[in-house]
């Protein structure tokens, strides 16, 4: 029998991709799921479970978490990527992550094909695509949903034939969560008019009390999390449960996708919310006039192109090495305060921090220069704005 490897999840689509691809073309169906940060010991051990059941020959669980956070988180908070000024790439960094893990698998394992159960209509499906035929790129791609244009309950019915009796009822809101953040989607969301529910978030509100944290970086990356050190993996989770329980990090995001099409989405991502805000305020007072504003727009390019399924081209290393440097004295203490559904951000301490420079402070005495070096360094700024006002007859 050739093998397939089938990119797995345990929902509707996939499950009707084991089927369809055991029974209809006869193939061995290895299913694989990548565990991104998003899934419990419990809920994996559910999932693999199903998939015996309904026809894999091989289940594997292949965890990324500490693979997506070296090679992919570290950079879009060194480059406090907010897609739109929003949305922390969650769904969109962890799909291509999950793809290349895919992709790898299906090459050791010479698989003839590799499938996934996206529909025609969004990004996921180029993400995956693009992975496998780069990766793996003798593997035969093979999309049933996408293929057979199929609709929900068309999927049930086929499932109901083949003697798969599960309960298939629609859940009112779609949930994907990764160590990145949830995204939340429901009918509200297909709007632009309105909001999610408050019932509609994963995470509900339990703490209404203030609580002050701070959080140590070295280089750009999370290190320590009120004081106590921690691996980056393991903080950021610390730091969704404990900023999760404010109900902090709720917001939509309004794209482009792919396709060309706009979408809509809520999410909930505590910790990268406080984590890119924190950084960026320990870089205002760390880094240079320059490495700010030239970093501004690299990020602001790498996170596109690693949304655009982009993150193979060598122009992302590049990125990653400008993104690395800008982090050399961005060392030091954040100091936060949580609240329901918000937090503040109090200050910073660093050794590097340049706004307590002993050279000179913002409005006070320094000792770089006198009143006679300010007013020359001013009449010559202004220079080319006398000039070009001269031709107006003014001067």
């Known amino acids: 029998m050739k093998k397939v490897v089938l990119a797995y999840s345990g929902g509707l689509d996939t499950s009707y991709c084991v089927v369809y691809l055991t029974k209809e073309l006869g193939l061995e169906v290895h299913t694989v799921i990548v565990n991104s940060g998003g899934f419990s010991p419990e809920e994996l051990a559910s999932i693999e479970k199903r998939a015996y059941e309904l026809g894999s020959t091989r289940h594997e669980v292949i965890d990324v978490t500490e693979?997506?956070?070296q090679e992919c988180l570290r950079y879009l908070l060194a480059g406090n990527i907010l897609k739109n000024d929003t949305y922390p790439l969650s769904v969109s960094a962890e799909r291509m992550f999950q793809s290349l893990a895919l992709a790898e698998y299906a090459r050791e394992n010479q698989a003839d094909y590799i499938a996934h159960g996206s529909t025609?209509?969004?990004?996921?499906?180029?993400?995956?695509?693009?992975?496998?035929?780069?990766?793996?790129?003798?593997?035969?791609?093979?999309?049933?949903?996408?293929?057979?244009?199929?609709?929900?309950q068309a999927e049930i019915e086929y499932l109901q034939q083949n003697g798969v009796e599960m309960s298939w009822e629609k859940a009112k809101y779609s949930i994907n969560k990764g160590i990145w953040g949830t995204s939340v989607g429901g009918v509200e969301t297909l709007t632009s008019r309105q909001g999610l529910p408050e019932t509609a978030w994963p995470t509900q509100l339990q703490e209404t009390e203030p609580r002050d944290i701070s959080i140590t970086f070295e280089k750009g990356e999370p290190v320590a999390l009120n004081g106590e050190k921690m691996a980056p993996v393991h903080l950021i989770q610390t730091l969704n449960e404990i900023a999760g329980k404010y109900a902090i990090g709720r917001d939509t995001?309004?794209?482009?996708?792919?396709?060309?099409?706009?979408?809509?989405?809520?999410f909930e991502a505590p910790a990268p919310l406080i984590l890119i805000k924190g950084h960026h305020l320990l870089e205002k007072h760390t880094s240079s006039r320059w490495q700010l504003l030239h970093k501004d727009y690299i990020a602001n390019w790498y996170g596109t192109l690693l949304h655009e399924a982009q993150y193979l081209d060598p122009v992302m290393r590049d990125m990653e090495a400008f993104l690395k440097s800008s982090q050399e004295r961005v060392s030091?203490?954040?100091y936060v305060t949580l609240k329901p559904y918000q937090f503040e951000l109090q200050g910073i301490e660093s050794q590097y921090d340049m706004m307590q420079s002993k050279v000179a402070t913002y409005g006070e005495e320094n000792n770089a220069w006198d009143s006679r070096d300010a007013k020359g360094f001013i009449k010559i700024f202004s220079n080319q704005l006398r000039i070009h006002s001269s031709f107006d007859g003014q001067n």
């Open 332 to 334: 030091g203490t954040v």
């Open 253 to 266: 995001h309004v794209g482009d996708t792919i396709l060309g099409i706009k979408g809509r989405v809520g």
């Open 67 to 69: 693979r997506f956070y």
């Open 120 to 152: 025609g209509a969004g990004n996921d499906q180029v993400r995956f695509d693009v992975a496998f035929s780069v990766i793996s790129p003798n593997t035969e791609i093979i999309t049933p949903i996408r293929d057979l244009s199929l609709s929900r």
